[in-house]
């Protein structure tokens, strides 16, 4: 059965900083692709951030310079650093992961594997 559980959201004021973790269970972390989606209410889902199985990571344009994602493959986790947060930042954040195929990761528009969520709240 795969398991990801994240951890780490809290409120916090505009400038702070926060880091989430995503613990997965059940999957060969290493041969997976991770991403940090949110979702504020009233808002479309986005993807913050993702780390392929080479640890090559890619942001979303407005958490370039302070948002840091990365994996440790020993302990399986997924983080999350999250720094000079804002109002925007505030929503719902979810772990997702998808498999490799072929030396890319499958496609974010079909994914598998889904945690509860961590709410992260910002206030100004």
């Known amino acids: 059965q795969v398991r990801l559980v994240e951890s780490g959201g809290g409120s916090v004021q505009a400038g702070g900083s926060l880091r989430l973790s995503c613990s997965a269970s059940g999957i060969t972390f290493s041969n997976h692709c991770m991403a940090w989606f949110r979702q504020a209410p009233g808002k479309e889902r986005e993807r913050v951030a993702f780390?392929?199985?080479?640890?090559?990571?890619t942001y979303t344009d407005s958490v370039k310079g302070r948002f840091t994602a990365y994996k440790d493959n020993g302990k399986s986790t997924l983080y999350l650093q999250m720094a000079n947060l804002n109002p925007e930042d505030s929503a719902m954040y979810y772990c997702a992961a998808v498999g490799v195929f072929w030396g890319r990761c499958r496609s974010w528009n079909d994914i598998p594997y889904w945690g509860q969520g961590t709410q992260v709240t910002v206030s100004s």
């Open positions: 780390v392929d199985q080479s640890d090559v990571t």
